[in-house]
């Protein structure tokens, strides 16, 4: 069983350091109700590719809101390449 361990450990590596999807787009693209606010569905509906870790990496309080600060500063930290 070790040895199958080891042999899954350069993948393993491989995905912990997969690079992170970023999405950019401005506030209001996304806030699709004009809220004020990013929920998930919104979040989710611009991107369907995404995954709840990337909505959580926006929503810095982790209150399930997305605020156009954390919103800003999600874009500061994950700038397009």
């Known amino acids: 069983m070790?040895?199958?361990?080891?042999?899954?450990l350069?993948?393993?590596?491989?995905?912990?350091?997969?690079?992170h999807p970023v999405h950019h787009a401005p506030f209001e693209a996304v806030d699709q109700d004009?809220?004020?606010?990013?929920?998930?569905?919104?979040?989710?509906?611009a991107y369907p590719e995404a995954s709840p870790k990337s909505f959580l990496e926006a929503d810095q309080?982790?209150?399930g809101e997305i605020t156009p600060e954390e919103w800003a500063?999600?874009?500061e930290n994950y700038p397009p390449e």
């Not at 070790?2 to 899954?8: G, N, Q, S, V, Y």
């Not at 350069?10 to 690079?19: N, V, Y």
């Not at 606010?37 to 989710?44: A, D, M, T």
Request: with cysteine; glycine share 2%; net charge positive.
């Open 61 to 63: 309080n982790k209150d």
């Open 34 to 45: 004009a809220s004020g606010i990013i929920e998930w569905h919104e979040f989710q509906k």
């Open 2 to 8: 070790p040895a199958k361990l080891f042999r899954c």
């Open 73 to 75: 500063a999600y874009m």
């Open 10 to 19: 350069p993948l393993l590596a491989m995905l912990a350091c997969a690079k």
